[in-house]
């Protein structure tokens, strides 16, 4: 199979970011990403392009990086609590997932990317659970919740 080096205009998830000089398979990048304006071939003449290119790329890391600071403040200020139906003796209907924890930020105001929230497995008992929130390559927050039932135990 031939492959090519292509010059990455745009971010590409699994692949690179722009201003990435990439391997790629010939027809991927004859087919795809030339088409789309993604890529071209690389040539020495593409330099300048290079280097405005590495220029626009730590602008927007960092006002990612700046932006990511900023949701983390929001969501350290945020005491999460999930009410859940529960059973006899305190057992769980189901269990506590991602997007149960997502829901609970978007009512707060805060929006996350399901990709962003890491919880090691779905809860299914009550009290202070912990769970990772990935904003950013260098932002992680470790977060807990806490998990109480709708109809409290008598």
């Excluded at 998830?13 to 990403?33: I, M, Q, S, T, Y």
């Excluded at 399901?114 to 009290?127: N, W």
Aim: aromatic content about 4%; proline content about 3%.
């Amino acid at each position: 199979m031939a492959h090519v080096n292509v010059l990455l205009l745009k971010q590409l998830k699994g692949h690179g970011d722009e201003g990435k000089v990439v391997r790629v398979k010939a027809g991927f990048a004859r087919n795809f990403l030339v088409p789309k304006g993604w890529a071209i071939p690389e040539f020495r003449a593409n330099k300048k392009q290079v280097e405005a290119l590495c220029k626009a790329r730590e602008m927007r890391e960092a006002k990612e990086l700046e932006e990511a600071k900023a949701l983390a403040e929001k969501i350290k200020a945020v005491s999460l609590t999930v009410a859940v139906k529960t059973g006899e003796g305190g057992k769980l209907f189901g269990s506590v997932s991602n997007t149960d924890l997502l829901k609970r930020y978007a009512d707060e105001g805060i929006t996350l990317d399901k990709e962003c929230l890491r919880l090691p497995q779905s809860i299914k008992t009550l009290g202070h659970h912990t769970f990772h929130v990935r904003l950013h390559k260098d932002v992680v927050l470790d977060l807990s919740v806490e998990v109480v039932s709708e109809n409290p135990i008598e």
